[in-house]
């Protein structure tokens, strides 16, 4: 089975193909292509505007360099008649409305070229389970640290719960935030490690409530702490382990609740080295298994769009294109989890 995937959800214009092992080509993995542009703002965060216009020029050349990829796979060559997918999956939402809505047309013009069936894809569930898929885990706890949202989820009864979450903003929006004060360029994550490396640590308000986490007032406390003084090489320490071991506590608190023994991490985020040595020290002591996927499908990409795609088409999990409208404000919770069950291990 091979599957086209389409993620531009923010800042990512991404197309990817997945492709379940074949025995023709004996190899047990399966194989997965990923094209992406990165809108990087010129100054501030992201602009949704600028987002979209980027969107508009960067996805229709990498889902055509995604669809030659898939015709070699196939054996054939661009411009063959016969479909070199079997389906298109595509980001429905959570996102920018403006960006999914070129993700979405795109999508459907594909479909239609090719007369193959529509996906539509959680963005957040697909960070979800790409991290499942990769580890081989059955039912685990998964902390999605991304830039505009921050959860924890854990299957029961057919869906993804969300157990805790942020409740003011993202957990990498309040890291861009503070580092646009700062005036350095977007995104602000891997800065802020690197800065936090020579840091010492600086204490800022840890917002941890019942399962669910605050960073807004980290974010403003770490801002006044520079303008006073403080080295911004140690407030970037303080916002690293007052965050991460918030989230760190929270993930140990869903492990406990739900007695699950796995954790995985999504999201941008997830590819700061301090945040995944803190969970993995954290799983370890109790006797838990850590599981954190390759850099390039942690941050936005279409390659888990495609494989969570190639999951919903394999248990029939498809929609009409009359039906295929975005959502910017999709929650995970709403999915009903259909390939579960259904898929192979
Ligand atoms: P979402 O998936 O919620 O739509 P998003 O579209 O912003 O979020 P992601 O790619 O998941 O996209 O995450 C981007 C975020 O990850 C940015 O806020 C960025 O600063 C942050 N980030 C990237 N690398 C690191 C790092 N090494 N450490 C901390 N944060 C990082």
């Known amino acids: ?33 990923i094209e992406t542009d990165a809108y990087a703002p010129d100054s501030g965060g992201i602009h949704p505007r600028e987002a979209a216009e980027h969107m508009g020029e960067a996805i229709p ?65 697909a960070h979800l ?17 991304s ?16 157990l805790g979450e942020t409740m003011d903003t993202g957990v990498g929006n309040a890291i861009d935030k503070f580092t646009r004060h700062v005036g350095w360029s977007h995104p602000g994550g891997p800065k802020v490690e690197r800065h936090a490396r020579d840091g ?8 941890v409530k019942g399962m669910d986490f605050s960073f807004s007032g980290i974010m403003s406390a770490a801002k006044q702490a520079v303008d006073d003084g403080v080295p ?17 506590e929270v993930a140990e608190r869903a492990l406990s609740l739900t007695g699950a023994d796995e954790l995985v991490l999504g999201g941008g985020v997830g590819q ?15 006797g838990a298994t850590f599981y954190a996927p390759e850099h390039r499908f942690l941050r936005d990409n279409a390659g888990m ?21 975005i959502d910017s404000n999709f929650r995970p919770d709403e999915v009903a989890v259909t390939w579960r069950g259904t898929e192979e291990s």
């Open 272 to 286: 700061n080295d301090r945040l995944q040595r803190m969970l993995g020290e954290m799983c370890e002591q109790r």
């Open 200 to 207: 010492e640590y600086h204490e800022l308000p840890y917002v």
């Open 147 to 162: 830039g505009a949202n921050a959860h924890i989820l854990g299957y029961r009864n057919g869906r993804y719960r969300v």
């Open 1 to 33: 089975m091979r599957v086209l995937g389409i993620e531009g959800t923010a800042w990512a214009a991404s197309a990817a193909v997945f492709e379940t092992p074949d025995p023709a080509r004996a190899t047990d993995d399966d194989h997965v292509f």
């Open 129 to 145: 389970e790409v991290g499942r898929h990769r580890s081989g885990f059955d039912s685990p706890v998964c902390l999605n640290a």
């Open 305 to 325: 769009i495609a494989i969570l795609g190639a999951k919903m088409y394999a248990a029939g999990d498809t929609i009409a294109i009359e039906d295929s409208r």
């Open 61 to 125: 050349t990498v889902v055509e360099m995604a669809i030659e990829h898939a015709h070699e796979r196939a054996g054939g060559a661009n411009g063959d008649d016969s479909a070199p997918i079997d389906a298109v999956a595509f980001a429905r939402g959570p996102g920018l409305g403006p960006c999914l809505r070129i993700v979405a047309t795109a999508a459907r013009a594909v479909a239609q070229r090719f007369d193959v069936p529509l996906v539509g894809v959680n963005h957040m569930v």
């Open 232 to 248: 911004v090489d140690d407030v970037c320490r303080g916002m690293e382990e007052t965050i991460f071991a918030m989230l760190t």
